[in-house]
């Protein structure tokens, strides 16, 4: 069974969920919308992160369909893909995303990645 298969297994080396606000003028921000570097693969298992290179780049929002990538798959019923959970299809796209971003030294510095949804990190990044 590979690792996303497990359905037990909902997230790794993630801190519990809680709710939280931005207090209007008490923090700033950094909007993380731009061009990222890019890299497609049309079968993830086979892709070693650590090895890859990014050489594309792509607009964040988007989704890769809407930049040539991949072609739409449009169904008005069902899935494009056999269901049979917790197994998924043999081969999966994906996509890596890079973009380096400099935070302030000074004060809390917190990620919030809202609709992220991924348990295999590129590399592991810290936050103070």
Do not use: C
């Not at 061009?35 to 298992?45: L, Q, S, T, V």
């Amino acid at each position: 069974m590979r690792i996303y298969e497990n359905h037990e297994l909902t997230s790794l080396h993630r801190k519990a969920p809680r709710s939280y606000y931005i207090p209007d003028g008490a923090a700033k921000y950094i909007d993380l919308n731009g061009e990222y570097d890019f890299a497609y693969f049309e079968d993830g298992d086979r892709v070693n992160v650590r090895d890859v290179v990014l050489t594309d780049k792509i607009t964040v929002p988007s989704t890769w369909q809407n930049v040539g990538v991949e072609q739409p798959d449009y169904i008005n019923h069902g899935y494009s893909f056999p269901i049979d959970p917790p197994y998924v299809p043999m081969v999966n796209p994906v996509g890596i995303y890079q973009r380096e971003i400099t935070v302030s030294a000074q004060g809390r510095t917190y990620l919030v990645l809202e609709g992220v949804s991924s348990m295999r990190p590129r590399r592991r990044t810290w936050v103070r």
